[in-house]
Nanobody
Framework: QVQLGESGGGLVQAGGALRLSCTAFGRAFGDYAMAWVRQAPGKERDFVAAVTWIGYTTYNADSVKGRFTISRDNAKNTLYLHQNSLKPEDTAVYYC????????????????WGQGTQVTVSS
């Protein structure tokens, strides 16, 4: 069992930056694949980025290529999403998710979800 808690969201102007964090409480964080998924108002959840248990990363290239970077610090049980050059269309609730397989599938097969953190980008 693992619990995930996101933080770092907020209100930012277009072109600004944020760093989202997701801290895991429980066992074996280092064995899990982790992902960021976002949901904008009135839309379905949308995959943003993921990282395998050994650090291979994958991104939703169409929407975040070159602007967002996913990383993990297994010593701190923490997942990060560095967001640069934010756009109003990035406004959403951002969720972190964990897959106990350790690998990234599409769609991401999450076993655990966090409660989400709101990111709002003003134009």
């Amino acid at each position: 069992q693992v619990q995930l808690g996101e933080s770092g969201g907020g209100l930012v102007q277009a072109g600004g930056a944020l760093r989202l964090s997701c801290t895991a409480f429980g066992r074996a964080f280092g064995d899990y694949a982790m992902a960021w998924v976002r949901q904008a108002p009135g839309k379905e959840r949308d995959f943003v980025a993921a990282v395998t248990w050994i650090g291979y990363t994958t991104y939703n290239a169409d929407s975040v290529k070159g602007r967002f970077t996913i990383s993990r610090d297994n010593a701190k049980n923490t997942l990060y999403l560095h967001q640069n050059s934010l756009k109003p269309e990035d406004t959403a609730v951002y969720y972190c998710a964990a897959a106990t397989t350790g690998y990234v599938s599409h769609p991401f097969a999450a076993d655990y979800w966090g409660q989400g953190t709101q990111v709002t980008v003003s134009s």
